[in-house]
């Protein structure tokens, strides 16, 4: 009977050790932070969760999609849709995280309205994000798109500049760097919180709170009903990581769930 217990007991330690780990993907920046927290929450309800960092938008997809990743929370819906369209990854929504409205921001002015002709405006180049910017140009009359609630709009789509602004496309993660070097730039908000920016209070024109960005947690299809997937979204949806979100954002970025 003695043997017949260790035998358990070390049965038992081995399926421990070899528990699962979850690789959730995130962006440096406040994408990692606060998986930073639930990382925590996860551990202490059994969950164990690697925290794998990018630079960029593209390749925490391209890492779920090889399996380098079990999950990945960076991104919205709108720019996951568009990344799937070109790749043909089974990959999906699970759960909303965060919303955060957007902002432009610039040096040299203080409002939209101060911009002169022929202002150099900078974007993201990817498109989703890029049409984010657009639209928040259009939302306050600098801009006018065929269709302003469009989240695929290009720069094609204007159909009305009356100042000429100049449109410079570049990768999401170095906008912050074009600040020094055009009149206005559309920022995501963990870029911008990464580079010491306050989209509360330093933006000179926001996007609406409701809208299509709210960021997602997202899965390969064939996990998604997979149980360590409904612990993750519960320890992201948990009152820690709320309490977290209130006291270290303070409004820039806000609970969804």
Known sequence: MRFLATLAAAALL???AQAETIRVGVTA????????????????????????????YVVPNQALALKDLEANSFQHEPYLKNQI???????????????????VYSQKYKKLADLPEGARVAIANDPSNGARGLMILALHGVIKLKDPNNVSSTIADITDNPKKLRFVELDAAQLP???QDVDVVSINN????????????DAIAREN????????????????????VKQLIEVYHSEPVKAFLETRFKGTYLPTW
């Open 14 to 16: 081995a399926t421990t």
């Open 29 to 56: 920046g406040p994408h990692a932070e606060i998986l930073d927290v639930v990382k925590k929450v996860g551990a202490e309800r059994g969950l164990d969760i690697k925290v794998v960092e990018f630079t960029d």
């Open 85 to 103: 369209s070109k790749t043909g990854w089974k990959i999906v929504k699970v759960a909303n995280t965060i919303g955060s409205p957007q902002g």
């Open 177 to 179: 760097r074009a600040l």
């Open 190 to 201: 963990n870029y911008a919180v990464q580079a010491g920016l306050n989209p509360a209070t």
């Open 209 to 228: 709170p409701d809208g299509p960005w709210v960021n997602i947690l997202a899965v390969r299809e064939e996990d998604k009903d997979k149980p360590w």
